[in-house]
């Protein structure tokens, strides 16, 4: 079987973060998508590892940002190849609260869903969240960044813990 096929799929890069009273998480994801327009929710995938999702489990919601094309090799790392368990991932850069009380930043991203998670599904290396859009707010008029334009133009690698790593 050649999985790579599963490249051709379009997909775009998200933000993905939460917030307890006492711990935050943040994590790049390339699975986030919309479900239904009534009531009007989204999905995100995260894998198990991630601290994260350990954080969007315990606070029962999340913010969703789907990165733009201003974003650079050094944004896509510091919220997709460093972990939230000993990194400061909004340290250094705006930071602004959803509705909900979790983290996001403005920069480079197209918009920011706040979530309430009324249903997860394990899928064996992931965690799927369906959250339920509590508000909404466009940030920028930025093109979202695809997948393919993350592979083809700034030459990102899919790091294991994606939903989309095929290893080599």
Do not use: W
Not at 3 to 27: H, I
Not at 146 to 165: F, I
Request: include cysteine.
């Amino acid at each position: 079987m050649d999985a790579t096929a599963l490249y051709k799929f379009q997909s775009g890069l998200y933000v993905v973060s939460a917030a307890t009273a006492d711990d935050y998480g943040a994590c790049v994801i390339n699975t986030g998508l919309q479900l239904t327009s009534t009531p009007l929710q989204v999905m995100v995938a995260v894998n198990k590892q991630n601290h994260t999702q350990g954080v969007i489990e315990k606070a029962g919601h999340f913010a969703l940002c789907p990165i733009t094309e201003e974003a650079d090799m050094l944004y896509i790392g510091r919220f997709g190849f460093r972990t939230s368990t000993n990194f400061a991932k909004f340290d250094g850069i705006e930071r602004r609260e959803t509705i909900l009380g979790d983290p996001f930043t403005p920069t480079a991203s197209a918009c920011v869903l706040a979530c309430e998670v009324v249903q997860t599904l394990d899928v064996g290396t992931h965690m799927v969240f369906v959250g339920e859009v509590k508000d909404a707010e466009n940030l920028s008029d930025a093109k979202p960044m695809t997948y393919a334009y993350y592979h083809g133009t700034l030459k990102g690698k899919t790091p294991p813990k994606a939903s989309s790593y095929v290893a080599e």
